[in-house]
């Protein structure tokens, strides 16, 4: 098995979901006392949320490349980086870590792909909501996607800086993500990307009533296939 680094603490919450994960999907294929061959860096997630809110994606691709590179220094042979809106740099951090990238977004498309959905809504924090890298690679990937209102887009994010990243799991803010995907489903979406991995702390992908696409579990399998293809 290939050696995955992580690049997490973006936040702390889902890298702990992610470091279960990957070891939960590397004993299931590989059975008996198996677990994932990881390194994992966690970052302050303080400057990374700052640069998220000001869109601040130069600095991000320092912070990350520099952690991608001391990681495949270490011995990584392929990174994952623990964020949908941290994609928006995940080609810097390829091309300079000099080993591959599981793309997030790639990953997700082809379980799209699987399910014969062509129209995605699209939930997660307002970078991943708003900007072109996201929903412009789903495009490329086939998939169209369908985003929120403002109003509505702004109080998810609030639901996930201001609650999930510390762990707290509100009831109605579980509501309000559910209502969120049924209008969504309204206007014609076939399924809906939880595109935050913080998500699947407060959602289940059968919560609404189209599926929902858990990005944090579908990133993680991708990856331990890549670990374990030859």
């Known amino acids: 098995m290939k050696r995955i680094g992580v690049l997490g603490g973006m936040s ?62 270490q011995g990584a042979e392929l990174l994952l980086i623990a964020a949908n809106a941290a994609h928006v740099v995940a080609d810097a951090v390829e091309a ?49 996607c369908l985003v929120p209102s403002q109003d509505v887009r702004i109080e998810v994010n609030r639901i996930v800086f201001d609650e999930l990243v510390h762990g707290v799991v509100d009831d109605g803010s579980h509501r309000t993500l559910v209502d969120t995907i049924d209008i ?18 407060i959602l289940e992908e059968d919560d609404g009533v189209i599926p929902g696409f858990d990005t944090t579990r579908i990133h993680v399998v991708a990856a331990v296939e890549a670990a374990l293809t030859d």
Not at 37 to 44: A, N, P, T, Y
Not at 58 to 64: E, K, Q, V, Y
Not at 114 to 143: C, H, K, P
């Open 12 to 73: 702390w919450q889902s890298t702990i979901s992610y470091y279960r994960y990957l070891n939960e999907e590397t004993n299931a294929r590989l059975g008996g006392q198996h677990s994932a061959d990881l390194l994992i860096w966690s970052g302050d997630f303080a400057p990374i949320a700052r640069c998220t809110a000001e869109r601040d994606w130069d600095t991000l691709a320092r912070i990350l490349v520099a952690a991608g590179k001391d990681l495949t220094e």
């Open 96 to 144: 300079y870590a000099g080993v591959p990238v599981v793309n997030i977004i790639d990953a997700t498309a082809h379980r799209l792909q699987q399910s014969r959905i062509a129209t995605a809504g699209l939930i997660g924090t307002a970078a991943v909501m708003e900007e072109d890298f996201y929903r412009d690679r789903m495009a490329d990937n086939g998939i169209e």
């Open 184 to 201: 969504l489903a309204d206007q014609g979406a076939e399924g809906t990307i939880l595109g935050c991995t913080e998500l699947s702390m």
